[in-house]
């Protein structure tokens, strides 16, 4: 099989199954990845078709393309293996779906749609910040609140990771919201609703781009349709295009 063209060696060594992102960046730091005959030192080296690359000895060669579709429930994190021993979403999945990075993150606390996948050119249309691709919340705050906090979210508010704003904010209870969002900042949600003087009860992604949960069950997977995939890269392409 041949190599994606133009990836960069560290996530083409981890999308093959060799670790880790970070963990390649050490194989490649320390010699240990050979590109066609010659140690190769730089993790950011973009593969070519045809190019013969070894890791610790053996000849490694891209998995499969694939992507899934996973409804993450709450008190899992998103990563491979926790410091703190704390369940993570790879334990709801077969060990032949354990190379697939996941595509952005859901804090420990928040649930829904995730995406995970080994389709370099997917996790780069839909997580590249100029891509703006928007993702649909619903949030539920420990209290009641009013109406004007709504119009504040939408102009924007400033918390610890800098100025925040939604795209669009609709009530739906006296404690229930819907919120889209077309930036990723670290639990944007949670610290825009702390800024207008309220707390996160319960915070779950239902949709990103076009695709949603549907019928999903909490702690499922499927895999992602071909047919998603392209609309979910259209939508992408369509965001650039907007902006030239």
Avoid at 70 to 96: F, M, Q, W
Avoid at 204 to 232: C, H, M, Q, Y
Wanted: glycine share 8%; with cysteine; charged share 25%.
């Amino acid at each position: 099989m041949k190599a994606p063209e133009g990836i960069r060696l560290n996530k083409y060594l981890a999308s093959s199954g060799v670790g880790s992102r970070r963990s390649c960046d050490a194989l490649v730091l320390k010699g240990e990845v050979v590109v066609n005959g010659e140690p190769c030192l730089s993790p950011g080296y973009r593969v070519q078709p045809g190019d013969f690359i070894r890791a610790q000895g053996k000849r490694i060669e891209p998995l499969e393309i694939q992507s899934i579709v996973l409804h993450k429930p709450p008190g899992l994190v998103c990563t491979r293996s926790d410091e703190n021993n704390r369940a993570t979403i790879y334990e709801l999945l077969p060990p032949r779906l354990h190379h697939l990075a996941h595509v952005g993150r859901l804090d420990l606390d928040s649930e829904g749609l995730l995406i995970l996948s080994n389709d370099g050119e997917l996790s780069q249309a839909l997580t590249h910040p100029s891509h703006r691709v928007q993702k649909l919340y619903q949030v539920t705050t420990e209290n009641a609140f009013e109406n004007s906090i709504l119009s504040q979210l939408e102009k924007g508010v400033f918390t610890e990771v800098g100025k925040a704003r939604a795209v669009s904010v609709k009530r739906l209870s006296s404690r229930r919201m819907e919120m889209i969002l077309n930036t990723g900042l670290k639990r944007q949600i949670r610290y825009m609703i702390q800024a207008v003087g309220h707390r996160v009860k319960r915070l779950v992604r239902i949709r990103i781009g076009d695709l949603t949960l549907n019928k999903l069950k909490p702690g499922k997977w499927r895999f992602l349709e071909k047919s998603e995939r392209d609309a979910l890269m259209a939508l992408s392409c369509k965001k650039s295009g907007d902006r030239k």
